[in-house]
T-cell receptor, first 109, second 114 residues
């Protein structure tokens, strides 16, 4: 079956770095998305990776290893506003999204 | 900026009622989606539409139907609401013809069925 696994919750300190991991098993693979969702709000797009490697976008970077079925989202210089859920979603061979349950990130001062 | 709006943020309905959830996007997007989001589960696709009057079942269509009479509007209908349909409902839209492109989400409707 198809599956996306990510940790349920993580805690980090303001100013620090945190890495949120995501492993995926999909029927075929056409890329991996990361979305951010603040409590009570809509998910918003963060990144899309289809090739192996690291893509950096400001304080946020996303990494993909297709051979390992693994991705991570790296958040640097954490700010209190980064407290949110981070959703990982894999795109299968039919271009359908398979969503993880999300990782709730708690930032402490 | 793309804007996706949903008719209600919070809704309380009784078991057996017919419920309409409406979604409107203002960027002329071709594709629209309805998801439900429950604690501990990923987003689950209910229905999607690639064109006016066109609809496709997602992973969990049972108990739901949809309507897309105009390009900008996609409605989700609960024919006879049940307590297990208590959930957060999210509408999304994308420009291109599959889920490859970035999805723009509405703020969600939290539906409680009593």
């Amino acid at each position: 079956g198809q599956n996306i696994d990510q940790p349920t919750e993580m805690t980090a300190t303001e100013g620090a770095i945190v890495q949120i991991n995501c492993t995926y098993q999909t029927s075929g693979f056409n890329g991996l998305f990361w979305y951010q969702q603040h409590a009570g709000e809509a998910p918003t797009f963060l990144s899309y990776n289809v090739l192996d490697g690291l893509e950096e976008k400001g304080r946020f970077s996303s990494f993909l290893s297709r051979s390992k079925g693994y991705s991570y989202l790296l958040l640097k210089e954490l700010q209190m506003k980064d407290s949110a859920s981070y959703l990982c979603a894999g795109l299968d061979s039919n271009y359908q999204l398979i969503w993880g349950a999300g990782t709730k990130l708690i930032i402490k001062p | 900026d793309v804007k996706v709006t949903q008719s209600s943020r919070y809704l309380v309905k009784r078991t057996g009622e017919k419920v309409f959830l409406e979604c409107v996007q203002d960027m002329d997007h071709e594709n629209m989606f309805w998801y439900r989001q429950d604690p501990g589960l990923g987003l689950r696709l209910i229905y999607f539409s690639y064109d006016v009057k066109m609809k496709e079942k997602g992973d969990i269509p049972e108990g739901y139907s949809v309507s897309r009479e105009k390009k900008e509007r996609f409605s989700l209908i609960l024919e006879s609401a049940s307590t297990n349909q208590t959930s957060m409902y999210l509408c999304a839209s994308t420009l291109s013809g599959d889920q490859l492109s970035e999805q723009y989400f509405g703020p969600g409707t939290r539906l409680t069925v009593t």
